[in-house]
């Protein structure tokens, strides 16, 4: 699939060609850069966050259509209850509007809603609304969108180290038996693949507990441009830039 990318954070434009053949199964993105986004305009925050909902609809029906199998979306971190609480409730509010708002159509394009982290803290009505779209996609069979909420790497880790705790005091499990795998299953993400592609728009290069025990093989892309401001065509270059890069997990080819 040949495509012009016009990067607009660069002035910088290229012709780029996917192969449909390799894209990633899972794709994970960190939403940066929308607080930046509003102030660069003069708006309040939490108009960036309401233009980056509509980015989340576009990337998420183009990770769809080209056969993405997983995307998982940082959309609110265990660290960030630290925000004003008028831009926490409008994030928390923005999510039922999505949600409200793109069910039908996600489920006739036989995308499973799933969320990981520990949403119990969420609202009432945050929670509802997420079992109520999971429990309507569960069985569909195409792409898995996971919506992080009240999500941190190492809060999943301790988490999973509970889990295991118990289940080794219930004699369910051996210490013999624990490996990477089984690790890998008592995360949110178990029985997924981990991702391949980590994209953080927005200019800052690290990964904020973000799927850290799943990144360790994942490849990284960054760009200047913010979430509200990134669409298709980013998602294609960083498709475009991770096919092109040379994935030895550690090995030698
Ligand atoms: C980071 O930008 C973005 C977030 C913490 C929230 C992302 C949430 C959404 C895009 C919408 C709500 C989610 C759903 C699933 C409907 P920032 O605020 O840290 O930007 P800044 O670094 O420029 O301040």
Same mark, same amino acid.
């Given at each position: ?5 016009n @990067?607009?954070?660069?002035?910088e +434009?290229t012709?780029?060609? =996917?192969?449909? #053949? ?5 794709? $994970? ?7 930046r986004?509003?102030?660069?305009r003069n708006?309040p ?15 998420v ?17 265990t ?5 004003p ?35 119990s803290k969420?609202?009432e ?6 079992? @109520?779209?999971?429990?309507?996609t +569960?069985?569909?069979?195409? =792409?898995t969108? #996971?919506?992080?909420?009240n999500?941190? $790497?190492?809060?999943e ?25 089984m ?9 997924m ?36 401001d ?16 040379d ?6 080819k």
């Amino acid at each position: 699939m040949w495509n012009f990318f016009n @990067d607009k954070s660069k002035n910088e +434009k290229t012709s780029i060609s =996917l192969d449909m #053949n390799n894209i990633p199964k899972h794709i $994970g993105i960190i939403m940066d850069g929308n607080g930046r986004w509003a102030k660069e305009r003069n708006l309040p925050r939490s108009m960036g966050h309401k233009a980056g909902v509509e980015t989340i609809r576009d990337i998420v029906k183009e990770c769809d259509k080209i056969g993405v199998k997983y995307l998982t979306l940082y959309a609110f971190s265990t660290e960030n209850w630290k925000r004003p609480k008028d831009e926490v409730n409008a994030l928390m509010k923005l999510l039922v509007q999505y949600l409200r708002k793109e069910i039908e159509e996600l489920h006739s394009n036989n995308v499973i809603v799933n969320s990981i982290g520990d949403t119990s803290k969420l609202p009432e009505i945050c929670q509802q609304e997420l079992k @109520d779209a999971y429990e309507k996609t +569960k069985n569909n069979t195409g =792409l898995t969108l #996971n919506l992080a909420l009240n999500y941190g $790497g190492r809060d999943e880790i301790i988490r999973a180290v509970k889990l295991l705790y118990n289940d080794i005091k219930d004699g369910k499990v051996n210490e013999d038996d624990i490996d990477e795998n089984m690790i890998s299953n008592y995360l949110y993400t178990s029985h997924m693949p981990d991702p391949d592609l980590i994209i953080r728009p927005s200019g800052e290069k690290r990964l904020s507990n973000f799927l850290i025990w799943q990144c360790a093989y994942a490849e990284f892309w960054y760009s200047d441009i913010k979430w509200p401001d990134f669409n298709k065509d980013y998602l294609h270059k960083a498709i475009y830039d991770y096919q092109n890069r040379d994935r030895r997990f550690g090995g030698v080819k």
